[in-house]
Each structure stands twice: as structure tokens, then as C-alpha cells.
């Protein structure tokens, strides 16, 4: 694959998160906001272990919401991090706190407080270009 290829191919994203409206809503508007994103949801981090074990799944970052039923989001990471270690790996959460931020973020995972208004998406659409490496723009909080 060249680079130009590489620079064109779509950053595919799983969006992990139990409200399925809110899934949908998110993946149309990181699609919409930035035409590079293809994003998938899953409602349940079971679910979305099960899409990242698979082996046709080519995804390039796991976004998840923190507070779920079965698995929280933190166990989910911890989860995707034993099997493929260097997914890149963004907490969005409303629930979060400062001590659950410093977990996250030393265990190499990006950590976003969900917000409100549709700006929180092109933040969390530069966070994803950010710790997938495809993008320089560092003016993401």
C-alpha cells in the first residue's frame, strides 16, 4: 500500500455505548462531520469484543462509553488492550471523574467527557484522528 493509499483509506471506528439512539446519533455525526470516519456501534462491550476478535474486523479505534451494563467501559479497555494492545482507545464519557481519567490515561487510552451540543463531536472526531495518528491538529479540547 503507498502512502497516498494509506491517506485515503476511512479510519474505521467501533462506538461502544448501551443507549442505541445515541450511538447512531454519534456515528452520523462523526461520518458527517469528517467523510474519513466509518463508524460502527455496538450497544454492549461484549458485542464489541466480539467485533474486534473477528478476524475480517480492520478497525483503527475503539471509542466506548463508560457506564454500561455487564462491562464497564474501563473493563472493556482493559479487556481490548489484552488482546490487541495498541488499538488506539477513547473513553467519551458523562460519568467520569479525575481519579478514573488518571486510569485511563495511564493505560495509554485517550479520555473525553461527553458535553453537550454538537461541538463534543468534532472534538471527539480530532481525539480519534489524534491517537490513530492520522492528524496533527492538536486544538482538541
Known amino acids: 500500500m503507498t502512502t497516498e493509499e494509506a ?3 476511512p479510519t474505521r471506528v467501533l462506538y461502544v455505548d448501551d ?3 445515541l450511538t447512531e446519533l454519534v456515528a452520523q455525526f462523526l461520518e458527517r462531520l469528517d467523510d474519513g470516519l466509518v463508524v460502527d ?3 454492549l462491550a461484549e458485542e464489541g469484543l466480539r467485533r474486534l476478535l473477528d478476524p475480517t474486523a480492520d478497525y483503527d479505534c475503539v471509542v466506548s462509553d463508560f457506564q454500561m451494563p455487564g462491562m464497564n467501559g474501563e473493563e472493556f479497555l482493559h479487556a481490548v488492550r489484552a488482546d490487541q494492545p495498541e488499538m488506539p482507545f477513547v473513553l467519551f464519557t458523562g460519568e467520569g ?6 486510569r485511563v490515561t495511564a ?3 485517550a479520555y473525553l467527557r ?3 451540543g454538537t461541538d463534543q463531536y468534532r472534538v471527539l472526531g480530532r481525539r480519534i484522528r489524534r491517537v490513530v495518528g492520522r492528524s496533527s491538529d492538536r ?3
Open 7 to 9: 491517506a485515503t483509506d
Open 19 to 21: 443507549d442505541a439512539a
Open 41 to 43: 456501534t455496538a450497544t
Open 97 to 102: 471523574n479525575d481519579a478514573l481519567e488518571r
Open 107 to 109: 493505560d495509554a487510552a
Open 114 to 116: 461527553k458535553g453537550t
Open 139 to 141: 486544538d482538541d479540547r
